[in-house]
């Protein structure tokens, strides 16, 4: 056996390598886990957006019956929503329990707390934007018209929206790492913001004064904003900003970073 | 060689914690085997996983310039829906190999000895053969310094033989840091000593010393 060359490089790796050499083994790694969990994983990716899609459109046409989006289809403005808040939501929520999932891992050296959260960011994010191509496919399949007015800003919504939810996933994997309580706290609000976020009811639907509240959350700027890039006579309410979602995904990101560093040990070993 | 400086640990119970290790300064030469010798709860496990960069000390420093494992038979790290050769690509990823990586899943292949298995998930291995997978991916590296917790190392008869034997064949260019309560194998496989005491360590240059310090002081109490 010792005969045999050495496989492993013989200098001493530079902190980048190291870092490299994790995040692409994590990700290959998470990619497998995530889609070959059991044999209906790949399934399940596709049919849960694409049940709520069949529910929501149920609703509307038989229960309400209101299917006027002013300035866009409502099917493809649904799915443009749902999309961009599934995508939020994923980069949110699963990187909390990442850090759990993955706690065996710390056996190696190598693997710092952080490095499963910002992989579970990047595979989260790299899969519905798969998904949300393969519903625009599907949707031109049955003759739904989901090609974008203004791709490039729609891209930029996307990647905002992304960034959004990995800051907030970041921040709240060190959180939900120290108090656990507060990952059910984050499972549990996700439904309302769905609602609040103007996904499935129009957010000029809602009275003014709700509007205005309804602007604190970072979620409805984003979504709001790709709608408008998506469809070209869509309106949507005054005020939306895509530099405040920035401000959260920004500050959200750098405080949930600081606290990996400094709150390292302490994930490591719990 | 491995440094450690000042180095202070304790664990943080929610009413506080003592010292498990205290002010602990000891230079682990190149190619010399060390066993960790002390009481049950003496922090010899702690001291091995704070070397293996598992755990992090409260104080002081640890200077590693050598390649060192992570310690020996650890199978936490295998995930369970994944095959064994699948588990091996990714520590092998992790630890830098790119070209190479096919001989060294051969080598783990080898040594391992599951036949089919290697290709089926993990979670339908047996405990024996889950150490064995995880022994021979501690072996298939080469690695400068290797750590062995005995708590962790298991396996049948033959594949103990197999494990020493593969450790003696390493011995000429890799040293060993092992936690181990038995003094043949301590004998067999290491030159100096280290025996931790209240959160203290002193160092043997010859682990039969370290072992009759050790054979005294526990007896006396």
Same mark, same amino acid.
């Given at each position: 056996?010792?005969?045999?060359?050495?496989?492993?490089?013989?200098?001493?790796?530079?902190?980048?390598?190291?870092?490299?050499?994790?995040?692409?083994?994590?990700?290959?790694?998470?990619?497998?886990?995530?889609?070959?969990?059991?044999?209906?994983?790949?399934?399940?990716?596709?049919?849960?957006?694409?049940?709520?899609?069949?529910?929501?459109?149920?609703?509307?046409?038989? #229960?309400?019956?209101?299917?006027?989006?002013?300035?866009? /289809?409502? #099917?493809?403005?649904?799915?443009?929503?749902?999309?961009?808040?599934?995508?939020?939501?994923?980069?949110?929520?699963?990187?909390?329990?990442?850090?759990?999932?993955?706690? $065996?891992?710390?056996?190696?050296?190598?693997?710092?707390?952080?490095?499963?959260?910002?992989?579970?960011?990047?595979? /989260?994010?790299?899969?519905?934007?798969?998904?949300?191509?393969?519903?625009?496919?599907?949707?031109?399949?049955?003759?739904?018209?989901?090609?974008?007015?203004? &791709?490039?800003?729609?891209?930029?919504?996307?990647?905002?929206?992304?960034?959004?939810?990995?800051?907030?996933?970041?921040?709240?994997?060190?959180?939900?790492?120290?108090?656990?309580?507060?990952?059910?706290?984050?499972?549990?609000?996700?439904?309302?913001?769905?609602?609040?976020? $103007?996904?499935?009811?129009?957010?000029?639907?809602?009275?003014?004064? &709700?509007? /205005?509240?309804?602007? !604190?959350?970072? #979620?409805?700027?984003?979504? /709001?904003?790709?709608?408008?890039? !998506?469809?070209?006579? !869509?309106?949507?309410?005054?005020?939306?900003?895509?530099? !405040?979602?920035?401000?959260? &995904?920004?500050?959200?990101?750098?405080?949930?970073?600081?606290?990996?560093?400094?709150? &390292?040990?302490?994930?490591?070993?719990? | 060689?491995?440094?450690?400086?000042?180095?202070?640990?304790?664990?943080?119970?929610?009413?506080?914690?003592?010292?498990?290790?205290?002010?602990?300064?000891?230079?682990?030469?190149?190619?010399?085997?060390?066993?960790?010798?002390?009481?049950?709860? *003496?922090?010899?496990?702690?001291?091995?996983?704070?070397?293996?960069?598992?755990?992090?000390?409260?104080?002081?420093?640890?200077?590693?310039?050598?390649?060192?494992?992570?310690?020996?038979?650890?199978?936490?790290?295998?995930?369970?829906?994944?095959?064994?050769?699948?588990?091996? +690509?990714?520590?092998?990823?992790?630890?830098?190999?790119? +070209?190479?990586?096919?001989?060294?899943?051969?080598?783990?292949?080898?040594?391992?000895?599951?036949?089919?298995?290697?290709?089926?998930?993990?979670?339908?291995?047996?405990?024996?053969?889950?150490?064995?997978?995880?022994?021979?991916?501690?072996?298939?590296?080469?690695?400068?310094?290797?750590?062995?917790?005995?708590?962790?190392?298991?396996?049948?008869?033959?594949?103990?033989?197999?494990?020493?034997?593969?450790?003696?064949?390493?011995?000429?260019? *890799?040293?060993?840091?092992?936690?181990?309560?038995?003094?043949?194998?301590?004998?067999?496989?290491?030159?100096?000593?280290?025996?931790?005491? +209240?959160?203290?360590?002193?160092?043997?240059?010859?682990?039969?010393?370290?072992?009759?310090?050790?054979?005294?002081?526990?007896?006396?109490?």
């Amino acid at each position: 056996m010792n005969n045999v060359a050495q496989p492993m490089p013989h200098e001493p790796r530079s902190a980048l390598r190291v870092t490299w050499d994790v995040w692409s083994a994590m990700t290959l790694r998470e990619f497998i886990a995530r889609t070959t969990a059991d044999r209906m994983a790949w399934f399940w990716m596709i049919f849960e957006p694409l049940a709520t899609i069949g529910i929501m459109i149920f609703i509307r046409t038989y #229960i309400r019956s209101s299917r006027h989006i002013s300035g866009a /289809e409502f #099917i493809p403005w649904l799915i443009v929503g749902l999309m961009g808040f599934y995508l939020f939501r994923a980069c949110m929520t699963q990187p909390i329990g990442a850090i759990d999932a993955n706690k $065996g891992l710390f056996t190696y050296r190598q693997i710092s707390p952080v490095d499963p959260v910002l992989v579970r960011c990047w595979v /989260e994010g790299a899969l519905r934007s798969f998904i949300f191509l393969l519903f625009i496919l599907i949707a031109a399949l049955f003759k739904v018209d989901m090609s974008a007015y203004h &791709a490039v800003g729609v891209l930029m919504d996307w990647l905002s929206l992304w960034a959004l939810g990995s800051g907030l996933g970041v921040l709240f994997s060190v959180v939900a790492g120290l108090v656990p309580e507060v990952g059910r706290i984050i499972k549990m609000i996700s439904f309302p913001l769905l609602i609040l976020s $103007g996904v499935i009811f129009p957010v000029t639907y809602f009275p003014h004064q &709700a509007q /205005e509240y309804m602007l !604190y959350n970072p #979620i409805l700027h984003g979504l /709001e904003s790709m709608r408008m890039n !998506y469809f070209q006579y !869509y309106h949507s309410i005054q005020g939306i900003d895509m530099t !405040y979602l920035w401000y959260w &995904a920004l500050s959200s990101m750098t405080l949930g970073l600081m606290m990996h560093i400094h709150f &390292a040990p302490r994930l490591k070993m719990r | 060689m491995i440094e450690i400086r000042n180095l202070y640990k304790r664990y943080h119970g929610p009413f506080g914690g003592n010292w498990v290790l205290k002010d602990i300064n000891l230079t682990f030469p190149t190619n010399v085997s060390v066993g960790l010798i002390g009481r049950n709860g *003496a922090g010899k496990s702690t001291l091995l996983r704070l070397i293996g960069g598992m755990d992090f000390p409260d104080k002081g420093v640890i200077d590693r310039k050598a390649r060192v494992s992570w310690p020996i038979g650890l199978a936490g790290g295998f995930k369970g829906s994944m095959t064994g050769r699948q588990n091996v +690509k990714f520590v092998a990823r992790i630890h830098g190999v790119r +070209k190479d990586i096919h001989q060294l899943i051969q080598r783990v292949q080898d040594f391992a000895e599951i036949g089919k298995s290697f290709d089926e998930p993990v979670s339908t291995y047996s405990s024996g053969m889950r150490s064995r997978l995880a022994f021979g991916l501690s072996l298939a590296f080469d690695f400068d310094v290797y750590l062995s917790d005995e708590a962790t190392a298991v396996g049948d008869r033959a594949f103990k033989q197999k494990a020493k034997d593969a450790f003696n064949e390493r011995v000429n260019s *890799a040293s060993l840091i092992m936690v181990s309560h038995s003094e043949g194998i301590l004998k067999d496989l290491c030159q100096a000593g280290v025996l931790l005491e +209240k959160g203290h360590a002193v160092w043997f240059d010859d682990i039969n010393d370290a072992i009759e310090h050790y054979h005294n002081t526990s007896g006396k109490k």
